[in-house]
């Protein structure tokens, strides 16, 4: 298979608002009040944290299809853990991002629970965004 690219383009409309337009969408992402912001949208960790849910869905149910599972009434709970001491510039200890993503997965299936277990292991190493999350993609920030 060819490489596929993604991109978007951002704009920042104050310190913590971001306008971003993606295909036919646009999308805000903001701070909440209590972060100097204006609250007008999920804050770029909230969208980390969406983005995997979405990706693990999509993956999800490809991987059920093709090991023959059905699976229902898919519901996750993600939740990420940091400490903003470095995102702050009041240290270095820590790495400025998630410590930890611990996502829960609730789900209806017909298969065993063998079945299930390699679904899962499977869903979870062929997610691009959990493979992002996991395995240090490279990133470049240049100034053009």
Known sequence: MRDVQYSITAR???ATRTDISV???SLIIDEPQKL???NAGPNPLE???ASLAGCLNVTGHLVAGEMGLTISNLSMELSGTLNPARFMGRGEEERAGFKEI???VSLEHDGDEAALE???RAVEDRCPVS???SSGTTLSIVRH
């Open 36 to 38: 100097g912001g204006t």
């Open 23 to 25: 295909r036919d969408f």
């Open 131 to 133: 493979d992002n999350l």
């Open 47 to 49: 969208y980390e944290l």
């Open 118 to 120: 390699t679904w899962l």
């Open 102 to 104: 611990t996502v829960s």
């Open 12 to 14: 920042a409309s104050s």
